[in-house]
């Protein structure tokens, strides 16, 4: 039980980091834009697979999330904490327009692993 645990972990924060390189292409795209944009269209980054809400954030809000490597941003409604009996995050913040989840246990371990802007700031 303990492999199938930490493979679950493991492919939650692999699918999650896909949604987090799209979104760091999405931020990249804006910095070539002429004008600044107040707010930038990001992707759900929830555990979902066939999620495809878009989270409407002002560049420091999302800047607020990475800067860890552990945190991803949800659109409202899409706090999953557990994922087949197994707790992979807990609510970090909670705002209007989004969330913050913090992923725990291997799936945090994971992530920090995966984080295209390197290890976790402190």
Known sequence: ??????????RIAENQHAFREANERIEAAADQLEHDLEVLPFICEC???????????KR??????????DRFLVAP????????????ARL??????????EKVGKAGERSREL??????AQ
């Open 115 to 120: 984080d295209p802007r390197g290890q976790l």
């Open 60 to 69: 420091h809000e999302y800047e607020y999330i990475r800067r860890r490597g």
């Open 1 to 10: 039980m303990a492999v199938e645990t930490e493979t679950t972990a493991r």
């Open 77 to 88: 409604g899409h706090e999953i904490t557990e994922i087949e009996g197994e707790t992979v």
């Open 92 to 101: 970090g913040q909670r705002f209007d327009r989004f969330s913050i989840m």
């Open 47 to 57: 555990p979902q697979r066939t999620c495809v809400e878009i989270v409407r954030l």
